[in-house]
């Protein structure tokens, strides 16, 4: 079952059964899609005798809806992937971690870097691991922070890649 919509056919032509939602777009219905209204599912013959246009009306293809649920990250995952890519989503704290990506910093060194202060690298240095995106290594009195892993590494790869392309 997916969520909303019921998942059995009703097919007349004994094809896969696409289920249609009575929404405004361009598309032909065929006597074997069904449309979807919140209270009914009905053919597209009886969207005709209810008045209800076929240019109102969206296709919804329940198997990519059901293969799309089964695949889905759990929440948890989710809110883990969202807060790395919130953090990463500043100017300030993507230049220190591109900066980490050439190797091990100590706070002084990427506040000269970005123009932050040390209490505000450091605050950041703390978030970033907290998600696992650096770790640290202590020399004497000072820490020196990396990226955590080669993961974090093509994260950042990937992301130049993609805005670069043309």
Do not use: W
């Not at 704290?93 to 591109?98: F, H, N, P, Q, Y």
Request: proline letters at 3%.
């Amino acid at each position: 079952m997916i969520q909303g919509l019921e998942t059995t056919s009703l097919d007349r032509m004994g094809g896969a059964g696409e289920k249609v939602l009575t929404e405004p777009a361009d598309l032909t219905i065929y006597e074997h899609i069904l449309i979807y209204k919140p209270d009914k599912m009905m053919t597209s013959a009886e969207v005709h005798h209810s008045g209800t246009e076929n240019k109102h009306a969206r296709v919804v293809h329940p198997d990519r809806v059901a293969h799309a649920q089964r695949e889905a990250s759990p929440g948890d995952e989710l809110e883990r992937l969202s807060l790395i890519y919130k953090v990463l989503g500043d100017p300030s704290r993507l230049k220190i971690v591109m900066a980490l990506r050439r190797g091990e910093m100590c706070v002084c060194d990427l506040a000269a870097l970005t123009g932050i202060s040390e209490s505000a690298v450091s605050h950041q240095l703390r978030r970033f691991k907290d998600l696992s995106l650096v770790k640290t290594r202590r020399n004497g009195q000072v820490v020196y922070y990396s990226l955590d892993d080669k993961h974090v590494v093509l994260l950042l790869d990937i992301g130049l890649r993609h805005i670069r392309e043309k």
